[in-house]
Nanobody, 125 residues
Framework: QVQLVESGGGLVQAGDSLTLSCVGS????????MGWFRQAPGEEREFVVV???????DYVDSAKGRFTISRDNAKNTIYLQMNTLKPDDTAVYYC???????????????????WGQGTQVTVSS
């Protein structure tokens, strides 16, 4: 059974930083494209960043230069360092695992088989 558990969300002010973590079990991170998606109230779940097993990452334009994804395969953990947070970043952030071997980095949520329960990030202005 695969489990992904996110942590690190919270309420911060604009300009602050947060680091999210996602710890997994039952899924070998080193084989899988892993990533972060987010969903704001009334909106669809959207791609933020994904990283393939070869270490290449793709970011949504709004996150480039502010967010950094990293992974520790030995700990089956991925991280999302978020700097210079903006109110528009307010959302529930979800960790996702593709569940398929390979280095594709799809940006559609439907291409990811495994999801965490989400962690709320709220950025006040």
């Amino acid at each position: 059974q695969v489990q992904l558990v996110e942590s690190g969300g919270g309420l911060v002010q604009a300009g602050d930083s947060l680091t999210l973590s996602c710890v997994g079990s039952g899924l070998t991170f080193s084989w899988n494209t892993m990533g972060w998606f987010r969903q704001a109230p009334g909106e669809e779940r959207e791609f933020v960043v994904v990283m393939s097993p070869d270490g290449v990452a793709d970011y949504v334009d709004s996150a480039k230069g502010r967010f950094t994804i990293s992974r520790d395969n030995a700990k089956n953990t991925i991280y999302l360092q978020m700097n210079t947070l903006k109110p528009d970043d307010t959302a529930v952030y979800y960790c996702a695992g593709r569940g398929v071997r390979g280095n594709r980095r799809p940006r559609e949520a439907i291409d990811y088989a495994y999801w965490g329960q989400g962690t709320q990030v709220t950025v006040s202005s």
